[in-house]
Nanobody, 126 residues
């Protein structure tokens, strides 16, 4: 059974940092792509970053987070991380991790992802 559990959200001031974690079970990152999405109040869910092993190790980022966010995976722990630096109030959202069984993961479109974690709230104060 595939399970994803995201945690690590919280309240941080603008310019600060947070690291989100997503503990995965029931699959390997060698087979499934793993991504972080976020959904702000009143907005659609958007892809933030994803990792795919289909053609070597590939990392993708939304333009809005490039240079500030970093996705990484720990295969031994079957955990994916999202290091978020220089946070902005616009980053406030519920963050979800998700898995794509095709393994490609990109483009980061919600409906291509098959499994979802429960979400963790990130609030960035100005």
């Amino acid at each position: 059974e595939v399970q994803l559990q995201a945690f690590g959200g919280g309240l941080v001031q603008a310019g600060g940092s947070l690291r989100l974690s997503c503990a995965a079970s029931g699959f390997s990152f060698d087979d499934y792509a793993i991504a972080w999405f976020r959904q702000a109040p009143g907005k659609e869910r958007e892809g933030v970053s994803c990792f795919s092993s289909q053609e070597g190790e590939s990392y993708y980022y939304a333009d809005s987070v490039k240079g500030r966010f970093t996705i990484s995976v720990d295969n031994a722990k079957n955990t994916v991380y999202l290091q978020m630096n220089n946070l902005e109030p616009e980053d406030t959202a519920i963050y979800y991790c998700a898995a794509d069984i095709t393994g490609w993961g990109h483009p980061m479109i919600s409906h291509r992802y098959d499994y979802w974690g429960q979400g963790t709230l990130v609030t960035v104060s100005s």
